[in-house]
């Protein structure tokens, strides 16, 4: 049944049309985009868990479930990394999709939060949650405060739980951490060997043409992330970059 948070997607598309932004962003460890590349979609964890696919736990699974948003697709139109000069949190992987998935029969509509839900206070009205109409939102979206702009997520409910990744995923970004670690009795790279990994997947997928960056492959002195990779114990950088779980 539809709410007054559902909102019309292709509104919100003309909106971020005019703010310049041309992507929708998801970020996630390597194990989980490897289980949305191997089945060519973004998925809810609901539907995730339901279908006994791999993902990789996040701090925010057991609020999302109280909250009423597992079998969300969470998107953004921030690339947070670049945005911060930090690491995200939910991963190390980026898929960027084209606006235009706004505009596809497949969306029928969206809710926008007002911050990031783990941040809501289960007490509170859904109106401190959520947008209710799209003029609020443009009136307060991109107009200088980035840390507002980050908690504004894009939160597709209606979908099944799935959105395909064909025809709009236009780039995969993954982040080098700048570390060597012991791969096959030898010193190598992780960037390196994750990036293996995902260029099989994205060949073997159909995805030979999306376009493949890797951030920061040479010193970047104005991001953090590399001192961030540096301090994670071995279990949380086994975490984000572990491609065989």
């Not at 460890?29 to 809810?44: A, G, M, Q, V, W």
């Not at 980026?94 to 509509?109: A, G, I, N, R, Y």
Request: include cysteine; proline fraction near 3%.
């Amino acid at each position: 049944m539809k709410s007054k948070y559902d909102l019309d997607p292709k509104e919100l598309f003309k909106i971020l049309t005019k703010k310049k932004i041309k992507f929708l962003y998801h970020a996630n460890t390597i194990s989980t985009s490897k289980t949305f590349l191997n089945n060519k979609s973004l998925f809810s964890r609901k539907y995730i868990e339901d279908n006994k696919l791999f993902q990789t736990k996040q701090y925010s699974d057991e609020k999302d479930k109280k909250i009423g948003v597992w079998d969300g697709i969470f998107l953004d139109a921030i690339d947070i990394h670049e945005e911060f000069n930090r690491a995200n949190l939910y991963g190390p992987f980026l898929f960027s999709l084209d606006l235009k998935l706004l505009e596809s029969e497949h969306v029928k509509t969206v809710k926008i939060t007002k911050k990031n839900p783990v941040h809501w206070a289960l007490t509170e009205s859904n109106d401190n949650w959520y947008y209710s109409d799209l003029k609020e939102f443009n009136e307060n979206y991109k107009i200088g405060n980035k840390r507002k702009d980050v908690g504004s997520m894009f939160i597709f409910e209606d979908i099944d739980g799935v959105i395909p990744l064909a025809p709009y995923l236009k780039r995969i970004t993954l982040d080098n951490p700048n570390l060597y670690v012991s791969y096959n009795n030898k010193d190598k790279l992780l960037s390196n060997i994750v990036k293996e990994e995902i260029d099989e997947l994205l060949n073997k997928n159909g995805f030979e043409g999306v376009e493949k960056v890797l951030r920061h492959k040479f010193s970047n002195i104005t991001c953090s992330c590399w001192r961030e990779y540096k301090r994670l114990r071995r279990t949380e950088l086994k975490k984000l970059f572990h491609v065989n779980p």
